[in-house]
Structure formats: C-alpha cells, structure tokens
C-alpha cells in the first residue's frame, strides 16, 4: 500500500477532488490524504457538485492544515499547481511532484468539469503507475 498525499492552499477543491478519485479508484493500492498550507473553511459547493456528478460523494471531506511533520510518513506528494513547494519544501520526499492544474475558484461550474476531469485522469495515470510497480 502507498500513501499518497495531495496538497494544495485551500484544500478546498482540487486537492480534495484528487483526494476523492484516489479513494474511489485506488483503495486496493494505495491511501489518500490531502491538506492546504493555509486550509478554506469548508469544500467548495461545487467541487461536491461535480465530484457528484461522477458518483462520488466527497461531501464528508473536509479542508485540513498540513502537518509538515508527517509529511515523510507519505510516499507520494503530489501538489495541484497553486505554487506550495515554496511553502512547503518537500525535497527530501522521494516523489514529489506538481500537477500544474488551474485553480477553478470563483469560477463557472464548467471550469469545475474540466479541472475534474484531469484531476481523475492523472489519478488513473498515478494508480496504473503503481499497479504496474513491485512494492512492500
């Protein structure tokens, strides 16, 4: 089992919806968190509404403060694009990588879609990266 960690600002929807793909699709390989450097209050309406739309109910998530501390417990960090590697230095993880996605905040509900929708590519990409690699 790998431990994959999705983080973001706000944690409040690209991470989470990353979150909610990597639990839906990839239970059986590996174990999803995610957390912000600087946490929203609560998940973006529509980041619950469009994850819905795939028939996953992210609506139990909620935005979470990293913990820098654990951060080596994980062996992946991924971060979505909105610039944390200078908040956050994760050099000393074996894999860490950045997506690069548009944040969809304050935007329409298609904007939402289409970030979803790479979000849940990639995460399929990241899971048969893993299915296909010998681990512990």
Known sequence: ???VF???VGNSCRSQMAEGFARHHGSDILEAHSAGTMPASFVAPKTI???GEKGIDISHQSPKQL???HLPDYDILISMG???QDTCPAEYLKDFTDWGLDDPMGQPVEKYRQ???GIERLVLELIEGLDNT???
């Open 82 to 84: 909105c610039g944390v």
């Open 67 to 69: 913990d820098q501390a």
């Open 49 to 51: 509404e469009v994850m």
């Open 6 to 8: 999705f983080l973001c």
């Open 1 to 3: 089992m790998k431990n």
């Open 134 to 136: 010998h681990f512990d």
């Open 115 to 117: 970030v979803r929708d």
